[in-house]
């Protein structure tokens, strides 16, 4: 369910882009939104691949198909290369068929790391460029993370970097109405501390601070699983959380059911929820966030991902009518600036010199901004200019993606399927329903304990 509404829906429902179709450069030097200087030094040094063919495959169907085509158009223009992409809808499928038949194009961009986890280690993959960790590193906000992310066995067991993130999301965010905010005279929160106590402080100026819903069909109780993992980024060290997914501390250790019991301050108290507390699991998450723009509204905060502006009622401008702020890490507890969401990630199938120019021009702020310009696009690369987003939403999450100190992807989606889209999502409509965090939590290890 997560993973499908984080395709193509984004912020774009806000502000949508226009889609680049053919092979010209969509944007000129005269434009001082891009980073042309760094281009123009690294395509003076770059190698002339005139009658060499790199090919690109993965997920991006239109409009970012003909978007990612206009990144490339300057690869081309600076190498003489030609840049070839090709989408697919059953790009996971097929990029397996085709690398098994040792008939793989040059990258491949893989929706999530699971698939290009397993590909390594058959030996399907290739390792990235020698200085690309270094580079990740140095200019990714929580580049460390990233390195992390990317870094998989390979055949013989030994780890390796394989996997670039180019174009990734957000989650950790909390939505409001900022004429609602104002008001009432509440500020936005910079910590945890803070927006527990501007929770408590609307309560007693008798409203309601949250609207949350975890209804979605056979996929209910999703959207609290995202709750409890970016509480568990916040009160836990990223090694906690890492091995929480894993299963090398169990769901039910006294760290897990604290991060559920935290979600259980903010949904189990009838002053703090629209509809009471009973009604969290029956409210179809698309409906949630309306309760903030219903007069009166029927609440101030909506903690959900970047794609829920698509079930806003028509209509919303963002800025105006709408606004996020990051959903803030503890003063307290010394852990950074957490984030959650996902991405996609290139990696190199078939390795050639064309195909290891295209990862260093990837790595230009410019093969990010294009792309930024156009469409849905999140990067967390330092030297992007953040004017370059297609609109004011979209920057604010790069700014949170460039400040973060640690990235992570959503927890449930890297457990096995029957935790992670099974006991874990039941397990958190059975928790609002009244069970005790630590019933529900071994409920769950239970569940994973029937899998191994």
């Known amino acids: 369910m997560k993973k499908t ?33 760094s281009y123009k030094a690294w395509a003076d040094s770059a190698p002339d691949l005139s009658g060499q063919t790199v090919t690109v495959s993965g997920p991006w169907l239109q409009p970012e198909d003909g ?5 490339i158009a300057y690869f081309a223009e600076a190498t003489g290369a030609e840049a070839i992409y090709t989408g697919s809808d059953s790009f996971e499928q097929q990029i397996v068929v085709d690398a098994e038949a040792g008939a793989a194009p040059n990258i491949a961009v893989f929706p999530q790391p699971g698939l290009a986890s397993d590909m390594a280690a058959r030996g399907l993959l290739s390792p990235m460029p020698a200085s690309m960790g270094d580079f990740v590193r140095e200019n990714y906000g929580a580049g460390q993370s990233w390195v992390d992310l990317g870094t998989f066995a390979d055949e013989n067991g030994n780890d390796e970097l394989f996997g670039f993130f180019y174009n990734v999301n957000v989650k ?42 975890l ?49 259980g301050w903010f949904v189990g108290d009838d002053d703090k929820v629209a509809g009471g507390a009973g009604a969290v699991a029956s409210t179809d998450f698309r409906d949630s966030p309306k309760g903030l723009f219903s007069a009166p509204a029927q609440c101030y905060m909506h903690r959900q991902a970047s794609f829920v502006p698509a079930f806003f009622p028509e209509g919303i401008e963002f800025g105006e009518d709408v606004d996020f702020f990051y959903f803030p890490s503890y003063d307290s507890k010394d852990l950074g600036n957490p984030v959650l969401g996902g991405g996609t990630l290139m990696s190199i199938t078939d390795p050639s010199p064309a195909a290891d120019a295209l990862m260093e021009f990837l790595q230009l702020p410019l093969a990010h901004e ?11 690369h330092k030297g992007v200019n953040l004017e370059a987003y297609l609109n004011d939403a979209l920057r604010g999450q790069g700014e949170i993606l460039i400040n973060a100190t640690t990235f992570r992807f959503d927890g449930s989606d890297l457990m096995p399927g029957g935790v992670g889209a099974g006991s874990f999502w039941t397990g958190m409509v059975d928790f609002t329903g009244g069970k005790s965090a630590q019933e529900v939590a071994t409920e769950i290890q239970s569940s994973w304990d029937a899998l191994k």
Not at 15 to 32: C, Q
Not at 175 to 201: C, I, K
């Open 5 to 37: 509404l984080y395709t193509g829906v984004a912020i774009a429902a806000l502000s949508a882009g226009s889609a680049f179709a053919g092979g010209h450069l969509p944007f000129s030097e005269d434009d001082g939104r891009f980073s042309w200087d």
């Open 67 to 71: 978007v990612f085509r206009s990144v």
């Open 370 to 380: 294009v792309f930024m310009a156009q469409s849905g696009f999140l990067t967390p």
């Open 172 to 213: 950790s965010l909390v939505w409001y109405v900022p004429e609602n905010f104002e008001d009432a005279g509440y500020e936005v929160p910079t910590s945890m501390e803070e927006l527990r106590a501007l929770t408590e402080q609307i309560v007693a100026d008798g409203e309601t601070p949250w609207c949350i819903g």
């Open 215 to 263: 209804g979605s069909g056979a996929a209910t109780g999703w959207p609290a699983t995202d709750w409890v993992e970016d509480i568990m980024l916040r009160t836990q060290p990223a090694e906690v959380y890492d091995a929480w997914t894993t299963n090398e501390i169990p769901f039910n250790d006294e760290r897990v059911v604290a991060a559920i019991e935290e979600f």
